[in-house]
């Protein structure tokens, strides 16, 4: 049976705050170029940055969808190869299971490319729902020699938002340097991001402090596995109730949260040599990931940044759901409930991951 003419996808419409996502019918991709797989996407996550793009929030910083995305965001998509180019027939077939992801291709022959570890700042890299339509439509175009194979024991709506939630988390944890028995502290540690921060942790050995609000965030993060919490709205001293609890400072901290809160206070938490990753990306241009340089200079802090994960990364990433150690919370919904979503993940108010069923 042949591919559909017209597809349902949700595009962009307006700008900046007032900006929305409504749902039409648009053509359906009928060849895969070269290089190419089609995808039928059967769920996508919703990011925080398909929120940014959405809404221009990142504009101040020369960051805006650009006219090849055809205003169609998304990048945590998963579902099944309908259609492939010749030339990556041995690597894909139809039936198989894909996910698509932030970055859809690099060049694979500069230097970031070729160094093994590092393909996530190719010049010539091509981003979903950025610089190429995303994953909020049904059949979506990525590149096969860059797609990812989802694994058995892993769910299309649960490998969706490891495409990027999942990976970032997973790398941050990573980047931490933080040692099986160790400390990592993770201010916002029962939203999207970081509820999957807290499970990575655990998985890897380490010990979680996670600082969040209320009581549900509380449970939350204590089912996930977290060793403490702290709870903003209630302590009053979070650096030395950190302190009470690690005796000289957590060896690493995570901020997954969005907040000018977070990275004020995150070099706080830190022993000697202990190291912050900047994850959450706030669109204020004056909030600083750092400390003064006294401080920096003083205990040999270490303040590094992290962004999503290379296909390796995504690999190992999905392979911890697949033996059962990370699982998204998610609420789910549907291409019409993208403009909803956002307004509640701006209000903080959206409980784990959102996915939307796309495909019927």
Avoid at 56 to 66: L, N
Avoid at 113 to 124: F, R, V
Avoid at 180 to 186: K, S
């Amino acid at each position: 049976m042949g591919l559909p003419q017209e597809q349902t996808a949700a595009v962009k419409s307006g700008s900046g705050h007032d900006a929305t996502a409504p749902v039409k019918q648009i053509p359906v991709p009928q060849a895969p170029g070269p290089g190419q797989i089609l995808v039928k996407i059967n769920w996508t996550g919703l990011c925080a940055s398909d929120k940014s793009l959405l809404h221009d929030e990142w504009a101040v910083f020369g960051v805006a969808m650009q006219p090849a995305a055809q205003g169609i965001a998304g990048h945590e998509g998963a579902g099944e190869v309908v259609a492939v180019a010749d030339d990556v027939k041995e690597i894909w077939k139809v039936g198989d299971r894909a996910g698509v992801k932030w970055v859809v291709s690099v060049c694979r022959n500069c230097e970031f490319c070729t160094n093994g570890t590092d393909e996530l700042h190719c010049p010539k890299q091509v981003n979903s729902g950025f610089t190429a339509a995303g994953t909020f439509q049904e059949y979506c175009l990525t590149d096969g020699r860059y797609a990812t194979r989802i694994p058995d024991g892993v769910s299309d709506e649960e490998a969706g938002p490891i495409m990027c939630g999942g990976v970032t988390a997973y790398t941050a944890c990573k980047r931490s340097a933080v040692r099986p028995g160790q400390w990592l502290v993770i201010p916002g540690a029962g939203g999207g991001l970081g509820h999957l921060a807290v499970q990575y942790a655990k998985a890897m050995g380490m010990r979680v402090i996670a600082i969040d609000g209320g009581d549900a965030k509380k449970k939350l993060c204590k089912d996930l596995g977290a060793e403490e919490f702290l709870d903003f709205t209630q302590v009053k001293d979070l650096a030395g109730e950190v302190m009470k609890i690690t005796k000289y400072g957590s060896h690493g901290v995570v901020i997954t949260a969005a907040s000018r809160e977070g990275y004020a206070a995150g070099p706080s938490f830190l022993r000697p040599g202990g190291t912050l990753v900047a994850v959450g990306l706030p669109k204020d241009t004056d909030v600083v990931a750092g400390a003064p340089p006294i401080m920096l200079a003083l205990k040999r802090l270490n303040i590094v940044g992290s962004v999503t994960g290379t296909l390796k990364d995504v690999e190992e990433a999905l392979d911890f759901t697949a033996r059962g150690l990370v699982r998204p919370i998610l609420t789910k919904g549907t291409l019409h409930d993208i403009d909803k979503f956002c307004g509640l993940m701006a209000e903080g108010k959206l409980p784990g991951r959102a996915v939307l069923k796309v495909a019927a």
